[in-house]
């Protein structure tokens, strides 16, 4: 159950650890740096790159943290983590209690801290930059948390959460709560159906749990054993995972509902590639992003297959500069390319991946090429990939997001070596497969409410880049919370009205 205490700025300990340094002391701390693995070493392994913060790091850290009474970093976390709270219980080196706070409303703090774009979301919101300074580290600070309680955490019992309102727990534990698909919204929302006691099953279509965050992101950046633990928290929690069954063909959604599942949860990602419908783009040698990182997650060192060839004195170019294309381009350093390149129609200021996701790339040699657009595909003799044909860009207006538009150089256009094209200019969703009275767009999203994530089918609900389209990991975690909390409120109105009756 919530501890008021551990989370209420009113609390005695908060205002006592407030007081002992004034904000000019605060405020004059600098950042803490997250240790790295320098990038001569880091390329030729697959160790994780940032290595986590010292407990006196993150103390030092946390109290920079100014505990401000209207906190910026909560109004712009999707899925409203307590972010003072958690940190203020790391300054008073109560870090056990800082994970209490934080599990209130993440199940994958681990995750979070890792791949979240905190710099676009809750350090935004952060008051140093008012201040013109940098803002807490909050996303080292949330995997510093994780990272500490892991093994203390994985020997103790985690306890259910008693359900809201009057229902008693009984009415609960009997309803079945299916959900398709085991990414981060998937798993975000059963984590929150299970702490209020229902009975929930997540459905995986292929052969590992964990989605995008297992298949899509290298373990360089997400180690793999960081995801099975925060799955396994589910699995204490009462969760139970089915591996290989694709819901919607081994499994119909008539035969989830005759298994007596009552409600549906729908997070089935966007894994549908995105083409750019230019000449050669079906030669042998380039590929789509999730093709090639699914391959590199499953056979590691040969991104061909097992009897295929490694990527060793390759010239690998990728197409787009999003953060699967970082991690698309660095993998293949990792591989051994001999030359990896970031290939992008924009400019530099343009450049969507996370400010860190950069800076690494270049520090491990990888080159960038904006303002080049690529237009054709060329091949050998061979019918195989030798070269990508690029059209050179310069900057016109912005468009309605406020980037500027990408317009062509007339006539300037360049021929540049390369051995495998990656594109990576994102993804579509993977329509369900024959879902009953569920309404979807011309593109494939399933159409929620927006509040509720209530599909157009009484009892199916859906979230993440299923609804949305390829997002960030945060934002599905904040509609399986949302799809969580709105299915719950409607069984127990149905429960409290059957007893009524």
């Not at 948390?145 to 994985?154: G, K, P, Q």
């Not at 789509?288 to 097992?306: S, V």
Request: proline fraction near 5%; hydrophobic fraction near 35%.
């Amino acid at each position: 159950m919530e501890d008021s205490n551990l989370i209420s700025r009113d609390s005695e300990w908060r205002g006592e650890l407030r007081s002992r340094y004034s904000t000019k002391q605060r405020t004059s701390l600098p950042r803490v740096k997250m240790p790295e693995i320098d990038a001569s070493y880091r390329v030729t392994c697959n160790d994780e790159v940032n290595q986590g913060l010292s407990i006196d790091q993150a103390v030092l850290e946390a109290r920079r943290c100014l505990d401000c009474p209207d906190p910026g970093c909560m109004k712009e976390c999707p899925v409203a983590n307590n972010i003072p709270a958690f940190i203020k219980n790391v300054e008073r080196r109560h870090f056990d209690d800082a994970l209490r706070v934080l599990s209130l409303t993440t199940v994958l703090p681990a995750v979070c801290g890792r791949v979240c774009p905190q710099e676009k979301q809750c350090e935004h919101g952060c008051i140093y930059n008012k201040m013109k300074k940098p803002p807490v580290a909050i996303g080292h600070l949330e995997r510093f948390v994780a990272d500490f309680n892991r093994e203390i955490e994985a020997k103790s019992i985690v306890e259910r959460e008693e359900p809201t309102h009057d229902a008693l727990p009984s009415y609960f534990t009997a309803i079945k709560i299916a959900v398709v698909g085991s990414g981060p919204s998937g798993l975000a929302f059963a984590g929150d159906m299970a702490k209020r006691g229902y009975d929930v099953t997540i459905f995986e279509a292929l052969d590992k749990f964990g989605g995008v965050l297992k298949y899509g992101i290298p373990e360089f950046c997400l180690p793999n054993y960081v995801v099975d633990s925060e799955i396994d928290k589910l699995s204490r929690l009462g969760v139970k995972f089915v591996k290989d069954t694709f819901v919607g063909k081994t499994l119909s959604y008539d035969e989830l509902r005759e298994l007596g599942f009552k409600g549906i949860y729908i997070a089935t990602g966007a894994g549908k590639p995105r083409f750019m419908g230019i000449p050669g783009e079906n030669l042998p040698g380039v590929m789509t992003a999730n093709e090639y990182l699914i391959r590199m997650n499953l056979t590691h060192n040969e991104i061909y297959g097992q009897n295929g060839g490694t990527l060793k004195r390759k010239r690998v170019a990728v197409i787009g500069a999003g953060n699967t294309a970082m991690d698309a381009v660095r993998a293949a350093l990792r591989l051994g390319a001999e030359k990896a390149m970031i290939i992008y129609r924009r400019g530099e200021d343009e450049i969507p991946a996370r400010e860190e996701e950069v800076r690494h790339a270049r520090e491990e040699g990888v080159e960038f090429l904006t303002l080049h657009n690529p237009i054709e595909y060329l091949a050998d003799d061979k019918g195989v990939l030798r070269a990508v044909r690029l059209q050179r860009m310069t900057l016109g207006q912005p468009d309605e997001s406020g980037r500027r538009i990408p317009v062509a150089i007339d006539g300037d256009v360049v021929d540049v070596d390369v051995d495998l094209a990656v594109v990576c200019v994102g993804f579509l969703p993977n329509p369900p497969v024959s879902l009953p009275d569920v309404d979807l767009s011309r593109h494939g999203e399933i159409i929620v409410d927006s509040s509720s994530m209530k599909s157009s089918s009484p009892e199916i609900y859906a979230g993440g880049d299923i609804v949305r389209g390829a997002a960030t990991v945060i934002l599905a975690m904040g509609d399986g919370r949302r799809a969580a909390k709105s299915m719950s409120e409607a069984f127990e109105t149905i429960i409290r009205n059957t007893r009524l009756d």
